[in-house]
């Protein structure tokens, strides 16, 4: 039988703690926020899923949900509200509630929120970590979500965004249901 994973109240939200399955509200999750970059729930915590990772990002308009690149692992994203640009082997394509992006491995990619408000985005992928690239694009450099040069180190590509900071769920970042 596998147990359930205990929530651990902290000043940014609930964190689950330890190993097993847990039920956890994104609004009750700790989130990340890198101004310039919008806000995100991983809902996992300090013991990080092995398989893949699932977040829900909320970018403002005119934010980029990261920096423009490829990896070695398969993405998906669903969008869930709001509108958004994305970036996609160098093509634009414009993005609103349930449009779904499967990505297969190396393939680039962006986000960008645009419309009158937030855009939210569930984002699932693989977790091998085994290789990720991030290329010049013009398109993406235009929308202030690519690098200059290109890196395969994030450290490098997010040198001009400050320190991610952990804090509570913002209301108002998701619908009410």
Known sequence: MVPEAKLTRTDAGLVPKGEGWYVLNAKDAVWDDVPGLGRST???????FT???????????????CMYHGEEDQEDFLVLFG???LIV???ERRLKAWDFVHCPPW??????GTGDGPCGILM??????????????DAALRHGAGVEEETDTGKIAYARFPEVADHPYREGDLPER
Do not use: M, W
């Not at 393939?107 to 960008?112: D, I, R, S, Y």
């Open 42 to 48: 991983g809902f996992e915590g300090d013991s990080r």
């Open 51 to 65: 398989q893949f990772g699932v977040n829900i990002h909320v970018a403002p308009p005119g934010e980029p949900n």
């Open 83 to 85: 509108e958004c640009l």
């Open 89 to 91: 082997e160098g093509e």
């Open 107 to 112: 393939t680039e990619h962006v986000f960008v």
């Open 124 to 137: 699932v992928g693989g977790r091998s970590h085994k290789g990720l690239r991030y290329p010049v694009n």
